[in-house]
């Protein structure tokens, strides 16, 4: 029998200090907790939208990436966001290092960066509107 009801409710992401990860996350995505983090936990517990985003504090942190046939290197979490060219400037400002903007028609746009354990995330803008798309501009 096939799952009736499907979806992602709790990631669980490896890294090395609970703290930091936690402060880095609300600070750049402006993510809540799901129950209270005290200083010392081993984990940390975000609320993404009802989902729910552990920070677990490990041993060894993976590489959470890879790298696609045309050799391009990707994330394995990608977040998206509303204000995606706002969020990229105020990062850079705060001396956050952020990849380039890309465009892809259809696609809308992305940037990458790196969570303080070394973590590529992904974060996307959304399925472009019209008057989004660079040719209307």
């Not at 096939?2 to 995505?29: G, N, R």
């Not at 990608?78 to 001396?95: A, C, D, P």
Request: proline fraction near 6%; hydrophobic fraction near 40%.
């Amino acid at each position: 029998m096939a799952a009736k009801s499907l979806h992602i409710q709790v990631i669980e992401l490896p890294v090395k200090d609970v703290a930091k990860s936690a402060k880095w996350y609300t600070e750049v995505f402006g993510l809540g907790f799901c129950f209270p983090f005290n200083e010392g936990d081993d984990a940390a517990w975000l609320n993404l939208n009802g989902m729910a985003l552990g920070l677990v504090e490990a041993m060894e942190v993976p590489k959470f990436e890879f790298v696609s046939s045309k050799g391009e290197r990707k994330p394995v979490l990608t977040f998206q966001v509303e204000n995606i060219h706002e969020l990229s400037s105020e990062l850079s400002q705060k001396g956050i290092p952020v990849g380039e903007m890309l465009y892809k028609q259809g696609g809308g746009y992305s940037f990458q960066l790196v969570d303080p354990s070394g973590n590529l995330l992904g974060v996307w803008g959304g399925w472009p509107k019209e008057e989004e798309q660079p040719s209307a501009m």
